[in-house]
């Protein structure tokens, strides 16, 4: 049994179990024979471990040199050191679909445990079925389509190697992964969507949703920031998103999944905006598919876009169908998901709603923005590109309301504003005044004083609400202030978790104000041990030399650096740039230095060098305030979210809606 023949067998294997699954889906709800349900769930289980054994037969494959493999000849070489073997699995198209294709019946398996917990008879087969209508899908564009398992008649003694720009980081690991967590995770949502517009069960949805969606969102985040983080390791250029049109596609199922976060407490607790939360789910599903779309189908061009075959029309036709089910179902049940309660703009359902139109409405414009210079190309022939400068001036605007909205809403109550209320909103406006006229007293420029205005206010108003709380609790228990906020902590996950991941936000949205605003960029060409006076520093080169490694070439140049003022403190040390040739590039690849500290990073890059004597190198030195913190508010929103989702401690008592009759 070769890699590739077991590989084989287990796609149509998985694809038949698929199938089947589906099926007997369709069968449950239309006859109501929950034996035909209980094969369903059985099936979810073969489902996945086909998909498991097809994902090991790629490994094996991979790891074991076989190129006979078609996948394996195109994408991976015997030189591979073996991270980069275990990471080719999702380096190109074929291996990326059999990874959302496992990842999905694992979700799918999952649900199916779930089923007969949270699900009722009713929506349990619709659920299940939209899931293995997904599957087959992912399965049957392998099989007919893009099948990674097509053998090499005459197999060649290497092949052409992984992508260099999955080869030069590390992250390469882990980033794809996290993303497509959290694309597959949303077809969760989704699922149960249908099964609720199909079952008419309009309310008792939403709660266990919130829960799969907090879980797919939790993914993205990760994914996005790690994305960020290896964009500004490996890239050269000293920034971490410059409004690539992948990029945009990871953005946008985040930005419509925070509008369903939103609106569906209100739902959860008021009976309220039903219709747009199916909206909301439907959209954040399908930008997933959108977004996989524009990074395999090869209709734009993109550092990110690592594949792209013959797969574009194929993931077009799914997305379409994706928007008909989701959407067509929402104009069938519309009369009867239409608001029952009156909306108080000034109220926490009010600002909520506001919130969820503000993502809705950026989610738009990024869509709009990332397609323009394809709608204008196919219109007209002109070529035309629309890049940073425009993604800027519109996401700026719609920062600032974020930020606003973001301490605003928690204050409001659900009802009318009380005293209390308005003294909150009064210390949150003059936290906003003092914040935004220090950073003027400091001499900062008018945009970074008021992000800096910006976090005070947020950061007020997640005290004021915190402070409230314990208060209350510790007067009406007679207990001390810290057994208050251990209580409140542990027995309102979500709140708290909120607080945090609230937090996370107001420091990112910081730390992107002052690393756009002050990065500064020197370059310089040195002889072999010339000193450069730049930025508070005196860097040295060291000497020039090369390097011959199992995948790659490399030129490395080696620094001294040492601070001379404060404009340089934390730069101190030796560090080796370098420049990786990797055989399937024409261009060298640069590998920066990073050096991070809490105010500055400071980022050495050799740019060329002498190929002939090695006499001389010009370097590229960029320093940016702050972009550490970056990386650490990713980390305080993805442990807020793990926080909310971490089973334990008391629900809130609720004034939630009860489920509806025959809900």
């Known amino acids: 049994m070769t890699p590739g023949l077991l590989g084989g067998i287990a796609l149509i294997a998985a694809l038949i179990f698929s199938v089947l699954g589906l099926v007997l889906a369709v069968l449950a709800y239309t006859l109501r024979d929950g034996r035909y349900l209980e094969a369903a769930r059985r099936l979810s289980t073969l489902g996945l471990m086909a998909a498991l054994v097809s994902f090991g037969a790629l490994e094996w494959a991979i790891l074991t040199d076989d190129f006979s493999v078609s996948y394996v000849a195109n994408h991976s070489s015997a ?39 949270s699900l009722d008879v009713w929506r349990a087969p619709v659920a299940l079925g939209t899931l293995f209508a997904v599957q087959v899908f992912f399965f049957a564009v ?20 992984t992508n260099p720009l999955l080869q030069n980081h590390w992250m390469m690991a882990v980033h794809p992964v996290l993303m497509y967590l959290g694309f597959v995770g949303l077809s969760v949502p989704f699922a149960y969507a249908v099964a609720a517009m199909v079952a008419k069960r309009f309310q ?16 993205l985040t990760a ?17 971490y998103w410059a409004w690539d049109p992948v990029e945009n596609a990871s953005i946008i199922p985040w930005l419509l999944a925070t509008a369903f976060l939103h609106t569906a407490q209100v739902q959860e607790r008021k009976g309220l905006f039903k219709g747009w939360n199916f909206a909301f789910i439907t959209l954040a599903f399908a930008a997933t598919v959108f977004g996989t779309f524009l990074t395999r189908s090869g209709v734009i061009q993109s550092v990110h876009a690592f594949a792209s075959g013959p797969v574009g029309a194929w993931f077009l ?43 809705g409405t950026f989610a738009f414009v990024v869509v709009l923005g990332t397609l323009w210079p394809l709608v204008v ?125 609230h937090f996370g ?50 030129a490395i140049a080696p620094i001294e650096v040492r601070s001379t003022s404060r404009e340089g403190w934390g730069s101190d040390g030796r560090y080796q740039t370098r420049l990786n040739f990797y055989p399937q590039m024409s261009a060298p690849l640069a590998t920066p230095v990073v050096k991070y500290s809490l105010y500055n990073d400071y980022y050495f890059v050799l740019m060329q060098f002498d190929q002939e004597k090695g006499q001389w190198a010009t370097l590229k030195v960029i320093v940016t305030p702050m972009v550490w913190w970056l990386w650490v508010s990713g980390l305080i929103i993805v442990l807020g979210t793990l926080y909310i989702l971490w089973p334990g401690g008391a629900r809130v008592p609720s004034r939630q809606m009860a489920p509806t009759a025959g809900d």
């Open 317 to 359: 036709l799914f997305l379409l169908g994706v928007m008909a089910v989701g959407l067509g179902l929402l104009a069938r049940v519309s009369a009867e998901v239409r608001e029952a309660g009156e909306v108080r703009w000034i109220s926490r359902e009010g600002a909520l709603l506001a919130g969820a139109l503000f993502f």
């Open 142 to 161: 392998m099989v007919f389509v893009a099948h990674p398992f097509d053998a090499v008649p005459n197999p060649p003694p290497d092949g052409r190697g």
């Open 377 to 501: 190309e196919i219109v007209s022939g002109a070529k035309v590109s629309v890049g940073a400068p425009f993604f800027n001036q519109i996401s700026i605007p719609l920062g600032i309301f974020m930020l606003l909205l973001m301490g605003i809403g928690p204050v409001l109550p659900w009802r009318n504003t009380s005293a209390q209320v308005v003294r909150n909103l009064a210390a949150m406006l003059i936290a906003l005044g003092v914040g935004t006229l220090l950073g003027f007293g400091l001499g900062l420029t008018l945009g970074v004083s008021f992000a800096i205005g910006l976090f005070a206010y947020n950061l007020t108003a997640i005290w004021l609400m915190v402070a409230q709380g314990v208060r209350e609790r510790a007067r009406s228990l007679g207990i001390s202030a810290g057994q208050a906020l251990v209580e409140l902590a542990s027995s309102h996950k979500r709140r708290f978790g909120s607080h945090i991941v």
């Open 223 to 239: 994914a996005i920031f790690t994305g960020k983080w290896w964009s500004y390791e490996i890239l050269g250029w000293g920034g």
């Open 505 to 554: 936000i107001a420091l990112a949205a910081l730390t992107i104000a002052f690393s756009q605003t002050y990065r500064v960029t020197e370059q310089k060409t040195l002889q072999v041990g010339e000193t450069w006076q730049t930025r508070g520093m005196e860097v040295r080169l060291l000497s020039i030399g090369v390097r011959e490694e199992s995948n790659r070439f490399a």
């Open 204 to 219: 008792s949805w939403i709660f266990e949703t919130r829960w799969w969606t907090l879980v797919a969102w939790g993914f």
């Open 79 to 117: 030189h591979n050191p073996l991270w980069v073997k275990l990471v080719t699995p999702w380096a190109a198209l074929e291996g990326s679909i059999l990874l959302w294709a496992l990842l999905q019946t694992a979700y799918t398996w999952l649900v199916s445990l779930r089923a007969g917990q």
